[in-house]
């Protein structure tokens, strides 16, 4: 009965230890091309599967799906946006089908498994800018990190921080 006890609390531990990316996708992913040489030049990687994240700085919906105009951010050991001012520009992912818009706002962090498509003009830079666009497999929509506040931090009795919406991962 011990023995499953431990097995069971194992496995739940380790669950909440795993890549923000599944295995069959991360095995797929070649992880020797970073994004700063896609972004140099995309039609040499064209068609190749790169694990990359950011913050999205944009979001439309089209009749194809829902593309995504994100800020690039190197990935931290888990698969997650690092949490600093260094990037390494913009990229288009395009989503196959309609997110919500209000979930994936800008702000927000993402990890993606995508395909290498070739580029697209930017449409909040300047209008001749060409960034790489890549074809989404598989998303992850991190979940908001409270900001640090400068200051007293007062304990308010009839605060909920779990009162915005979240979504089911």
């Not at 499953?4 to 996708?25: D, H, K, M, N, V």
């Not at 020797?32 to 190749?48: A, M, W």
């Not at 580029?119 to 990190?145: H, I, M, N």
């Amino acid at each position: 009965m011990k023995n499953i006890i431990l097995a069971i609390s194992l496995a739940l531990c380790f669950q909440g230890c795993t890549y923000a990316i599944s295995r069959e996708y991360t095995r797929q992913a070649d992880r020797k091309i970073s994004f700063h040489e896609v972004k140099q030049d995309p039609e040499t990687y064209k068609g190749k599967l790169v694990i990359i994240g950011g913050t999205i700085d944009q979001v439309s919906s089209t009749d194809r799906g829902t593309l995504l105009e994100v800020v690039e951010r190197a990935l931290d050991y888990w698969g997650r946006p690092e949490r600093t001012t260094k990037t390494g520009g913009r990229f288009i992912l395009s989503y196959p089908a309609h997110l919500n818009t209000l979930l994936y706002a800008p702000g927000r962090e993402i990890t993606v498994a995508a395909i290498v498509a070739g580029t697209e003009a930017a449409a909040l830079v300047d209008q001749g800018l060409r960034v790489p666009l890549f074809f989404s497999k598989e998303l992850k929509l991190w979940e908001d990190q409270r900001k640090a506040r400068s200051g007293p931090q007062w304990f308010d009795p009839l605060d909920d921080p779990n009162r915005s919406v979240r979504t089911q991962e």
